[in-house]
């Protein structure tokens, strides 16, 4: 009997070497392989939450009368059993029932997107922490912004988008919440293990932040010192319990000791002028939304703090060209206020602690200008220079990162730099 893949000719010469070049590229690579279970992973999250939810129901149904309320025993019970079943802990049972009561209930586009591999679970379920809380008129308003964003961001810059977001919509009643929440400031003292504790302090999230700068600074200069062993962390924690058991600590360096915070505050000129959060929206770098009547007293002065007025203004430095290297401090803080974050696919890390980066590189003509700037942090400067990345800025300050697998990553700064073009029509003086 003849062999049945004798038939098969060795070569199919009816395919070119351009055509079989063309299939292979179609062909899924490695990193395909594992974005599509990741894919399927999402599929199977988003079935499992509506099978959950029709669990839920069904015990409900079967452990309630009729007019008889739903109790937590009762819901306890639910949890239980489907922790014994999954073999995890009641606390994430109730996460599980939780999440599948909000997608399948209150937001299905949500569901709808996971369904179809969408967004990931994680993205889910940062979309209900941040929507949950909000007025039930105000949230409705907000999802289909939030699916969109969830479908096409990371989940730490979507995280932060959405929460932006929220703040600005809630922002009508910001002054009003916010005086309520400070009556609530306090500061608490939790035991800790070996000896030690954490000291809470519930506060403005402006003095937090400013607080958090100024420590930081310090320490940072601290740790520059000949001998000194201690981390970041540590030399932190030192430096909050010398001020605040000292007050004033002459041992520490001059330099050291006149460290102050310094915190932007993006103010639109004319809410500053009006009073009315109309006309746009005062916020604090790393905090968000603030009361217009926090804002003036920001913006009256006080040392430490950096007003950018959203209403284009002269003399910002911009290009130094090739004259120098390092950019001149104007030009940094510029850079890290219109960034907000690390510009990497998916870094958190505040554009504060980043390194200033030119695109392209200096020693390949790259001059040291707004256009050729961006903050990176250490991380991320170094795999840009040594991970075989290609990346550069290709408008606006969005950072286009091409990977060495040849995949194609556009990171948007949370400002746009202004782009000024002369208006050719107008008469002359």
């Known amino acids: 009997m003849e062999d049945a893949g004798s038939s098969l000719p060795e070569e199919d010469d009816s395919f070119s070497e351009e055509a079989w070049d063309a299939a292979a590229a179609l062909a899924p690579d490695a990193l395909d392989l594992v974005t599509e279970v990741a894919d399927m992973m999402s599929v199977f999250a988003a079935e499992q939450l509506v099978r959950l939810d029709s669990l ?151 003095e937090a932040h400013a607080i958090h700068h100024r420590i930081t600074g310090m320490g940072t200069a601290l740790s520059a010192a000949e001998g000194e062993e201690r981390t970041l962390d540590q030399i932190r924690a030192d430096v909050v319990c010398d001020l605040l058991v000292d007050g004033v600590v002459p041992s520490q360096p001059t330099a050291v000791r006149g460290i102050r915070a310094t915190v932007a505050v993006t103010v639109p000129v004319l809410a500053l002028l009006s009073g009315d959060i109309a006309d746009g929206v005062p916020v604090v770098e790393g905090v968000g939304p603030i009361p217009i009547e926090r804002a003036r007293e920001l913006c009256g002065g006080a040392a430490g703090w950096m007003r950018v007025l959203t209403h284009p203004e002269t003399g910002v430095v911009l290009s130094v060209g090739r004259r120098r290297y390092r950019p001149p401090p104007e030009l940094r803080r510029l850079q890290r206020w219109l960034a907000g974050r690390c510009l990497a696919p998916g870094c958190g890390v505040p554009a504060s602690r980043c390194e200033i980066d030119h695109q392209l590189a200096w020693e390949h003509g790259g001059v040291t200008a707004a256009w050729n700037l961006a903050p990176l942090c250490t991380g991320h400067h170094h795999v840009k220079h040594h991970g075989n990345w290609l990346v550069r800025q290709i408008e606006s300050g969005v950072i286009e990162w091409t990977s060495p697998m040849g995949r194609v990553y556009l990171v948007e700064p949370e400002r746009r730099l202004p782009v000024f073009r002369p208006d050719t029509a107008a008469a002359p003086f």
């Open 56 to 206: 839920r129901r069904e015990m409900l149904a079967d452990a309630v009368q009729p007019g008889e309320p739903v109790t937590q025993v009762k819901e306890r019970s639910i949890r239980l059993e489907l922790a014994a079943a999954l073999r995890i802990t009641e606390h994430a049972a109730g996460d599980l029932i939780s999440i599948a009561d909000a997608l399948v209930h209150r937001y299905p586009m949500v569901l709808a997107s996971l369904g179809r591999a969408g967004m990931t679970l994680r993205h889910a379920e940062v979309l209900v922490e941040l929507l949950d809380p909000v007025e039930p008129e105000l949230r409705d308003g907000l999802v289909d912004a939030a699916v969109r964003l969830a479908e096409s961001r990371p989940v730490g810059s979507f995280r932060r988008e959405l929460r932006r977001r929220v703040d600005l919509t809630r922002a009508q009643t910001l002054a009003e919440r916010h005086a309520e929440a400070l009556l609530h400031r306090r500061v608490v003292v939790t035991p800790a293990d070996d000896g030690m504790a954490w000291l809470n302090v519930l506060m403005p999230a402006v």
